[in-house]
């Protein structure tokens, strides 16, 4: 495995080869890597060789794990830091809910969920709860997406997340949520909360008949030809849908590429439109101190001022799309990561939306950052740092 890897980067690295055709990332003539992505020199794709050795020595400095990116349907940077390899399944922690909202916009598209608006209440009817008001009663599945539900629920982006803490020590997870006063009417503020995507994750089942990860395994990961991931499940055997995915990030870039291609795949509509304007146009305030422009929707973040939207999981699982660049980026690490500094790293290496010139020393000092960062590193390589 291991060799076919270290073969699959010589070629993408290669400056043999026919320049690609500028209009070939047309919706189109879409390239589709249900069977296996294809990979290109980043020149070909307009991208710039000399800075993505700069990005995967970023990476270095953020623990990254891998460091994947495509531009116009074709790899062009496949980074994988020792000891870490193609075939390693990561946890994607947070990005999880984005998937759990793709599902959800799936079975709206397909007519199970007939609103987005239709009311949170209504799929637990069969359920004694407690604290229920009027405001827990105008909770939308939409509130839930946005992380705006309004429930009283503590789990900071910068400190202890004592709710999930006592959701993850509680019997029964659905009942410990839905059991929660309320801090806020719905819609009103943004409040992260790993429970509002439990609760789309017990939605997605009662709407389906399935469990999330089942019905995620027949609506969008066989059309996307992902074989490979790992869905742990609460007390209920619920797919836990906040956290507990884990994916290979060739296969987590496909996640990405759908909503880079409007929600279609090989000529199969399987997210509506509205929905991925919506993500691309994200509107929730997140009220950071850090990073204050980034904005929230439908479980994904997003940094409007940089044109980019994302999947994000603690310790810098990312799933980051620039529908403007055509390109699509996934990054797994091990420490958190500034999203601003990334999204400009990544911009910054787009030269041209036609392919460049072919640079040899750029390519040179590209296989230089891959081999001192990669499992498949030689004993005696150099650990030389590029500035």
């Known amino acids: 495995m291991q060799h076919q890897r270290f073969a699959v980067l010589w070629i993408t690295l290669s400056l043999v080869g026919s320049i690609c055709c500028a209009a070939g990332y047309a919706q189109g003539n879409a390239i589709w890597p249900t069977k296996e992505w294809q990979t290109s020199t980043p020149e070909e794709q307009g991208m710039d060789s000399t800075a993505l050795a700069r990005l995967i020595e970023f990476g270095t400095s953020r623990s990254f ?215 691309s146009h994200a509107t929730v305030d997140m009220k950071r101190s850090v990073e204050a422009d980034l904005r929230y929707s439908n479980s994904f973040w997003a940094l409007p001022n940089k044109q980019v939207y994302m999947a994000v999981g603690y310790h810098c699982q990312l799933i980051m799309v620039f529908p403007e660049l055509d390109v699509v980026v996934v990054t797994t690490a091990r420490d958190f990561c500034p999203f601003s500094k990334l999204s400009d790293y990544i911009s910054g290496a787009v030269k041209s939306e036609t392919a460049l010139p072919p640079d040899p020393a750029g390519a040179n000092l590209l296989t230089t950052a891959f081999r001192n960062v990669s499992a498949d590193k030689p004993a005696e390589a150099s650990s030389t740092r590029l500035r």
């Open 65 to 279: 794990d891998s460091l994947l990116i495509v531009r116009h349907g074709r790899i062009v940077l496949d980074a994988y830091y020792a000891p870490y390899s193609a075939d390693f399944p990561h946890a994607i922690n947070s990005a999880t809910k984005a998937v759990i909202g793709t599902l959800t916009a799936i079975a709206y598209k397909d007519g199970l969920l007939d609103s987005l608006d239709h009311r949170m209440l209504d799929f637990f009817g069969d359920r004694s709860l407690a604290e229920v008001d009027d405001k827990k009663n105008a909770i939308t599945v939409q509130n839930l997406l946005d992380m705006t539900s309004g429930i009283d629920w503590s789990e900071p982006l910068n400190g202890r997340p004592d709710s999930l803490i006592e959701m993850r020590r509680s019997p029964d997870w659905i009942k410990f949520i839905l059991d929660r006063p309320m801090s806020n009417a719905p819609g009103d503020t943004f409040n992260y909360n790993s429970g509002n995507s439990q609760l789309l994750s017990a939605i997605i089942t009662k709407l389906t008949g399935m469990d999330a990860r089942d019905y995620a395994i027949a609506k969008l990961f066989a059309p996307l030809g992902i074989t490979t991931s790992n869905w742990l499940r609460d007390p209920q055997l619920l797919a836990i849908g906040g956290f507990g995915l884990a994916m290979l990030p060739r296969d987590m870039a496909k996640i990405g590429y759908l909503y880079l291609r409007n929600g279609e795949w090989e000529g199969k509509r399987l997210l509506p439109p509205a929905w991925i304007d919506k993500v």
